[in-house]
């Protein structure tokens, strides 16, 4: 696993609070990850290792948020699917009804927290370095440098990428895959892991359809022969066309009510 999506890079994840155009960076230590690089025919036994140990920490943050009442989701896209804008929206509209703080995962820069932090929300960014996903682990690390108020929505972005983050349970209430009309409409076909286990599809920038080939129908058509139980959203983070059954969604996933919730 190390080999292949870049999480054995050994300078480990760096967690930034951002606030008032002030960084505190606090530099990563070694990477938690058990590696073994230079013996192949055992790479099976260390995604296990790696995948278990980041499930027992997975359930740490699951259980700690939900006794504060913090409902995470995990948000991942392409690069360029509109994660951040979709955020942002989702901020202004949703923070006068509860606290709203963020987690940004990009490989590097501080770019899309600094456009989160515009928003007033609070936001801490974890540039993974040659790291493809977020872990657990990091988001252990983001929660105590971040400390969202109790009874408020997490929103996770993870680093743009539909592979390796579908294998990586974070703590979340509900993991949300987004995808952009310009992307085109096999994209359930062609990273078929991530639409399996998702609880949410969102499809974004429908303000586009007219100029681009995108069909919704076949597009949902194909995440349901994935994973029949999943719900599909279909907005424009950028007009707000569809963010009520988008804000819908969140609130019947809330941590604050019920921990048994449907898709």
């Given at each position: 696993?190390?080999?292949?999506?870049?999480?054995?890079?050994?300078?480990?994840?760096?967690?930034?609070?951002?606030?008032?155009?002030?960084?505190?960076?606090?530099?990563?230590?070694?990477?938690?990850?058990?590696?073994?690089?230079?013996?192949?025919?055992?790479?099976?036994?260390?995604?296990?290792?790696?995948l278990a140990k980041n499930d027992g920490i997975a359930l740490h943050n699951r259980e700690g948020m939900r006794a504060r009442g913090i409902t995470a989701l995990n948000i991942m896209s392409s690069p360029g699917a509109g994660k951040t804008t979709l955020l942002a929206r989702t901020i202004r509209e949703l923070e006068r009804q509860r606290p709203v703080a963020v987690i940004e995962g990009d490989q590097e820069t501080r770019l899309d927290a600094e456009r989160i932090r515009e928003t007033g929300a609070s936001v801490v960014q974890v540039n993974t370095g040659a790291g493809c996903h977020l872990d657990a682990e990091m988001i252990d690390r983001a929660l105590r440098a971040l400390d969202p108020a109790d009874e408020s929505l997490l929103l996770i972005e993870n680093v743009g990428n539909l592979v390796c983050p579908a294998l990586f349970d974070l703590g979340e209430e509900g993991k949300v895959v987004l995808i952009s009309t310009p992307e085109g409409d096999d994209k359930p076909k062609k990273y078929p892991h991530i639409f399996a286990v998702a609880d949410l599809v969102v499809i974004n920038k429908i303000d586009l359809l007219p100029y681009v080939e995108f069909d919704v129908d076949a597009c949902v058509a194909q995440?349901?022969?994935?994973?029949?139980?999943?719900?599909?959203?279909?907005?424009?983070?950028?007009?707000?066309?569809?963010?009520?059954?988008?804000?819908?969604?969140?609130?019947?996933?809330?941590?604050?009510?019920?921990?048994?919730?449907?898709?």
């Open positions: 696993m190390c080999a292949t999506c870049g999480c054995g890079d050994t300078t480990g994840p760096r967690v930034s609070v951002v606030a008032d155009g002030q960084h505190e960076q606090e530099q990563g230590h070694g990477h938690g990850h058990d590696h073994e690089h230079s013996h192949p025919d055992h790479t099976v036994i260390l995604e296990q290792q790696v995440a349901k022969i994935l994973n029949p139980a999943v719900r599909v959203v279909v907005l424009s983070a950028t007009t707000g066309e569809g963010m009520d059954e988008w804000y819908e969604w969140i609130g019947r996933r809330s941590a604050i009510s019920p921990v048994a919730v449907d898709n």
